[in-house]
């Protein structure tokens, strides 16, 4: 059985998922998105503004901005790496398909809402000036357009993959998975936005390092783990 004849076969047995599963997924998700923001939140110094005159606060929006981004990209690293454990069948004999697929989907959903409340919350920046066009066209806003743009492209991939994946009996099965591997473009785009545009970059260096080997690594092992299978089959 081929790799893409086994990925229809965990989507069809997705397809067929219970309702339990799919709840087990939304709570699950619900804890890991709790879990990242109690421990990314104080770092982005978003505890001062929530002390007493959160409302007042001029600054709320550029609070939740900077917030809801890197949440926003823990998952998207999330994402990625279980992604590519997903194609390198690392986690195939540890999870059941249908939860990791879903789980797969879940992830990614909800980078995109995040990405879209991180922009969405500019609108009522009071340093800031953002209007609806600065945030749909690239390199149109007032603040680091480059950089900033650079993440709303990697936003519409981001999208555009996502979407794929309902799409794939119109598109075909080959033309899904070259479209998909947008996802490196995605995930690249993305981080450079975070690094050189946040404004928090020297303190959360580390963390975009870390998200950056772990991604390099596993994509190595991924090309590794082909070739040898290529291999074989040759011999």
Known sequence: MTIIQQMDAQIGDEERQP????????ILTTMII???????LPLLELSNAIAGTFLANEKIA?????SSGMVGYLLLTASTIWGLLLSTKVIKEMVPAPITLAMHNYLSWTAIGLSLFHAFVLLFDGYYTYTVANLLVPFTGPYKPGWVGVGTIGFYLM???????????????KAWRKLHYLTFGVYLLTTLHGWVAGTDSQLLSPIYLGSILIV?????????????????KRG
């Open 19 to 26: 309702a339990s599963v799919a709840n087990f997924l939304i």
């Open 34 to 40: 709790l879990l990242i923001t109690w421990q990314v």
């Open 159 to 173: 999208l555009l993959t996502s979407v794929s994946f309902y799409c794939r009996k119109w598109i075909g099965q």
């Open 216 to 232: 390099a690594f596993l994509t190595i092992y991924r090309i590794v783990s082909a070739l040898d299978l290529a291999k074989g």
């Open 62 to 66: 550029w609070y939740l901005t900077r």
